[in-house]
């Protein structure tokens, strides 16, 4: 590159899909699924402005079914849903989570499988800190990637539930999908 050329800015391919559990906001760069956001609202057009604004890139939103980047995400979270996934295999873009967050998000996503549930101290002390749980919920808060990156799977160390940024109701049913808990009545 010579010195009158700008770095290229990363391409974003965001879309909104049904699933299960709501409409999903899913973003992906060439690096990989870098988002999922619980309740989208499709109708919204701003909807990937944030997210555009904190990568510095360029979006563009598909014509439905037109998906180069985000095809395979939204293939695998279909199966997914539908019961016949259970581990995705996508490449991700972790670049809206850095530091402790980041090494408790890989930890989650690479030991805890599909129906099975983590305790936040004991993913604490997964990652050789064994006093932050609190920390580990924060993590889970902050996590860009829901589903993919199963946070659901946290759960309190006494056997509740815990909190879920996609709401309580949400958590449930992920994990009632997994037969981790009985199938909700309602």
Not at 84 to 112: C, H, Q, Y
Not at 115 to 141: D, K, S
Not at 142 to 154: D, E, F, I, K
Request: charged letters at 20%; proline letters at 9%.
């Amino acid at each position: 590159m010579d010195s009158t050329e700008r770095p290229r800015e990363p391409h974003l391919e965001w879309t909104v899909v049904a699933s299960d559990i709501g409409p999903l906001f899913l973003a992906a760069t060439e690096e990989g699924l870098v988002r999922v956001e619980f309740h989208a609202d499709a109708d919204r057009p701003d909807l990937a402005g944030p997210l555009v604004s904190r990568l510095g890139a360029d979006a563009w939103r598909p014509d439905p079914g037109g998906e180069v980047l985000l095809a395979e995400p939204i293939r695998q979270l279909a199966a997914y849903f539908a019961g016949s996934l259970r581990r995705f295999e996508l490449p991700l873009d972790w670049r809206l989570s850095a530091g402790f967050n980041r090494l408790v998000l890989r930890e989650l996503a690479d030991s805890v499988p599909y129906g099975t549930v983590v305790g936040y101290g004991e993913l604490a002390a997964r990652v050789g800190q064994p006093g932050a749980a609190q920390a580990v919920g924060a993590a889970m808060g902050s996590n860009p990637l829901p589903v993919v990156v199963p946070c659901h799977r946290v759960v309190e160390n006494d056997g509740g539930i815990g909190g879920f940024g996609g709401g309580v109701e949400t958590k449930r049913a992920l994990l009632a999908l997994e037969g981790v808990l009985p199938q909700p009545l309602f």
